[in-house]
Nanobody
Framework: QVQLVESGGGLVQPGGSLRLSCAASGFTLDYYVIGWFRQAPGKEREGVSYISSSDGSTYYADSVKGRFTISRDNAKNTVYLQMNSLNPENTAVYYC???????????????WGQGTQVTVSS
């Protein structure tokens, strides 16, 4: 049974950091792209970052480039999203998802976690 479980969200002050985790089960990371998406109230779900299965190549949305870092630990079957220099515009529910190819199109991803709330506020 394929499952993705996010953790690590919470309340953080502007300028702070959080590390999100996406624990995968029922499949191995080696063969899939794992993407991080976020959805703020009243906004569409947007792709934040992904990491490729084949060569570990990564993608970042322009809005997070230089502040967010995606990584994976195949031994733990877990993908991480390190988020630094957070600002209120980063407030959203963050989801990880499994996909067959490197894309930010949510429709291409077949399994999703339940999401973890990130709130950036003073």
């Amino acid at each position: 049974q394929v499952q993705l479980v996010e953790s690590g969200g919470g309340l953080v002050q502007p300028g702070g950091s959080l590390r999100l985790s996406c624990a995968a089960s029922g499949f191995t990371l080696d063969y899939y792209v794992i993407g991080w998406f976020r959805q703020a109230p009243g906004k569409e779900r947007e792709g934040v970052s992904y990491i490729s299965s084949s060569d570990g190549s990564t993608y970042y949305a322009d809005s997070v480039k230089g502040r967010f870092t995606i990584s994976r630990d195949n031994a733990k079957n877990t993908v991480y999203l390190q988020m630094n220099s957070l600002n209120p515009e980063n407030t959203a529910v963050y989801y990880c998802a499994r996909g067959p190819k490197a894309t930010t199109e949510p429709m291409e991803y077949d399994y999703w976690g339940q999401g973890t709330q990130v709130t950036v506020s003073s």
